[in-house]
């Protein structure tokens, strides 16, 4: 059991669940049966659970040298090696979970895993660290629909808002930690632009990806929008302001990040209350 905790409090757990929940609420906005959205739930969760460990294990000598003591590996409560062994485990179970989904939600979970992996290694130190999450959540939607039946992939404006949104997820999610990264040597986007751009842009992203879910369902006629989408769409417009207001008065901090992703949990109950648009 000690390893198990350790291996959660390396998994990001917050991060984690907040996506799997998203998952099963697309899952719901697609229509899908109990059974698929419990089983799409499962393999994000897997999946997302590798991506964290796997980040941790290799973030495990930075974290040291900055004295990180919330991080288990860190801290040597899980050595590095069970911590790899742990990840791939959960590779292989995010995508045998799956599979029974059909080779569309196989292939778009494993796109999705890669997309973490290859942010974790090399690219969180480039300035292409954006791009595995503009990959990974603008695949998300498709993960959905394609394990609806018949499978198809997700429309275009359910793609931009998920990549909007995950383009916002990271550049919210490092900000409280840029000045311990630039001293090991981390310089991936957020750094090279600084505090106050990236919670603009992070900002900008979730607004985006607010309008493309209130007027994509409908094809951009804003007359056909229901009143609780004007209301939702104003909550997540809210959140957006909030982010760039905080840090414009204070350094940023995890609370930055904590509104970007309950700005995507408003999302998708704004996609499932519209009576499944995701499919529309």
Same mark, same amino acid.
């Given at each position: 059991?000690?390893?198990?905790?350790?291996?959660?409090?390396?998994?990001?757990?917050?991060?984690?669940?907040?996506?799997?929940?998203?998952?099963?609420?697309?899952?719901v906005?697609?229509?899908?049966?109990?059974?698929?959205?419990?089983?799409?739930?499962?393999?994000?969760?897997?999946?997302?659970?590798?991506?964290?460990?796997?980040?941790?294990?290799?973030?495990?000598?930075?974290?040291?040298?900055?004295?990180?003591a919330?991080?288990?590996?860190?801290?040597?409560?899980?050595?590095?090696?069970?911590?790899?062994?742990?990840?791939?485990?959960?590779v292989?179970?995010?995508?045998?979970?799956?599979?029974?989904?059909?080779?569309?939600?196989?292939?778009?979970?494993?796109?999705?895993?890669?997309?973490?992996?290859?942010y974790?290694?090399?690219?969180?130190?480039?300035?292409?660290?954006?791009?595995?999450?503009?990959?990974?959540?603008?695949?998300?939607?498709?993960?959905?629909?394609?394990?609806?039946?018949?499978?198809?992939?997700?429309?275009?404006?359910?793609?931009?808002?998920?990549?909007?949104?995950?383009?916002?997820?990271?550049?919210t999610?490092?900000?409280?930690?840029?000045?311990?990264?630039?001293?090991?040597?981390?310089r991936?986007?957020?750094?090279?632009?600084? +505090? *106050?751009? #990236?919670? /603009?842009?992070?900002? @900008?992203?979730? $607004?985006?990806? !607010? =309008? &493309? %879910?209130?007027?994509?369902?409908?094809?951009?006629?804003? +007359? *056909?929008? #229901?009143? /609780?989408?004007?209301v @939702?769409?104003? $909550?997540?417009? !809210? =959140? &957006? %302001?909030a982010?760039?207001?905080?840090?414009?008065?204070? +350094?940023?901090g995890?609370?930055?990040?904590?509104?970007?992703?309950?700005?995507?949990?408003? =999302? &998708?109950?704004q996609?499932?209350?519209?009576?499944?648009?995701?499919?529309?």
């Open positions: 059991m000690r390893i198990v905790r350790a291996l959660w409090g390396s998994s990001h757990p917050g991060p984690t669940l907040v996506v799997t929940v998203l998952a099963a609420g697309l899952g906005a697609a229509g899908l049966d109990a059974w698929r959205i419990a089983l799409l739930a499962a393999a994000v969760f897997f999946g997302q659970l590798s991506i964290g460990i796997s980040n941790d294990a290799i973030d495990a000598e930075r974290d040291r040298a900055v004295g990180r919330d991080k288990p590996i860190a801290r040597g409560d899980v050595g590095t090696r069970t911590a790899w062994i742990g990840a791939l485990v959960c292989v179970v995010a995508l045998a979970l799956s599979a029974p989904l059909g080779w569309g939600v196989l292939v778009g979970n494993g796109v999705v895993i890669l997309s973490g992996w290859l974790n290694r090399p690219l969180k130190s480039t300035p292409l660290s954006i791009v595995p999450f503009l990959v990974a959540f603008g695949t998300l939607p498709s993960l959905a629909t394609l394990a609806a039946s018949p499978p198809s992939l997700a429309p275009a404006w359910a793609t931009l808002a998920g990549a909007t949104l995950g383009a916002s997820v990271h550049l999610n490092v900000l409280p930690d840029l000045d311990a990264d630039r001293e090991t040597g981390v991936g986007l957020p750094h090279r632009i600084g +505090a *106050r751009a #990236a919670t /603009v842009l992070a900002a @900008l992203g979730v $607004v985006a990806g !607010a =309008l &493309a %879910v209130l007027l994509g369902p409908v094809a951009g006629e804003a +007359a *056909r929008v #229901a009143a /609780v989408s004007w @939702l769409f104003a $909550v997540v417009v !809210a =959140l &957006a %302001v982010t760039v207001v905080m840090t414009l008065n204070r +350094a940023p995890r609370t930055l990040f904590r509104l970007v992703m309950l700005s995507a949990l408003v =999302l &998708a109950a996609l499932i209350l519209t009576g499944g648009s995701l499919r529309a």
